[in-house]
């Protein structure tokens, strides 16, 4: 018996070495890995993130609203100016009002200030005339009547020929244009050509002390015809 078991640690002992040994594992056995299914879940899911956040970071604006507020405040400050111009030109094209209730407009001195009836007569006595504005921006003569009052209407200035400023002459006692030799008596009639037609004529009012020019519709009593300057 003794004789087996000293065999039996002689065989163990020469089959078992530093350089010879066995591990108890079986090699055959089958190494533990990741399964297949699991990994490939996982990974899609991970993918599929990764591209949702990249869709959401080409949709995302920064600044979106702070930009849509500049927008809003840049179209404004450019349509008043546009609006403005726009009126302005629609106006253009809106038709003087003809309103026979209109009484006309203030006569006003070189300086732009309105004529004040009494002071004009005292400082223009007869047989001066003095330009005013009137109608149209058209200079007109105030004519001052011996009895030291306004006559009922005012003589434009312009001449019927070309356009020019005709002066009164005080010592001819009419008026001459410079331009072409036109001339006109102290009612303004037309008396020499070239001119074809006599001084427009403005109906003279005055409320208030102030003097009132609107336009003379009346027939024409130099002439006995209707007034040319009214179309």
């Known amino acids: ?41 996982i990974h899609n899911i991970t993918l599929l993130s ?69 002071i004009w007569i005292n400082n223009n006595p007869y047989p001066e005339r003095k330009l005013v504005q009137g109608l149209k921006g058209d200079a007109h003569y105030l004519i001052v009547k011996e009895d030291k009052t306004l006559q009922n209407y005012a003589i ?23 331009c072409h030799g036109s001339q006109y008596d102290e009612t303004g009639k037309v008396i020499r050509g070239p001119a074809p037609q006599s001084l427009a004529l403005a109906k003279v009012d005055i409320i208030e002390e102030k003097v009132i020019l609107s336009e003379y519709k009346e027939i024409d009593f130099r002439t006995d ?3 040319w300057w009214i179309k």
Not at 11 to 19: R, S, V
Not at 156 to 178: D, Q, R
Request: glycine share 2%.
């Open 156 to 178: 434009n200035a312009v001449c019927t020929h070309l356009g020019c400023v005709v002066p009164w002459n005080k010592a001819a006692n009419k008026f001459i244009c410079p």
């Open 225 to 227: 015809t209707d007034p």
């Open 1 to 41: 018996m003794n004789i087996y078991k000293t065999i039996l640690i002689l065989t163990i002992i020469t089959n078992t070495n530093a350089f010879n040994f066995k591990p108890l594992v079986n090699r055959k056995s089958p190494i533990q890995k990741f399964p297949i299914i699991r990994y490939n879940k």
């Open 50 to 118: 990764k591209c949702n956040n990249l869709n959401n970071l080409n949709d995302f604006v920064p600044d979106a609203q702070r930009r849509n507020i500049m927008n809003i405040i840049l179209l404004t400050s450019s349509s008043i100016p546009v609006l403005w111009m726009l009126v302005g030109f629609l106006y253009f094209f809106v038709p003087p009002n003809s309103n026979s209730n209109n009484i006309g407009i203030l006569a006003k001195d070189a300086n732009g200030n309105d004529i004040n009836a009494k």
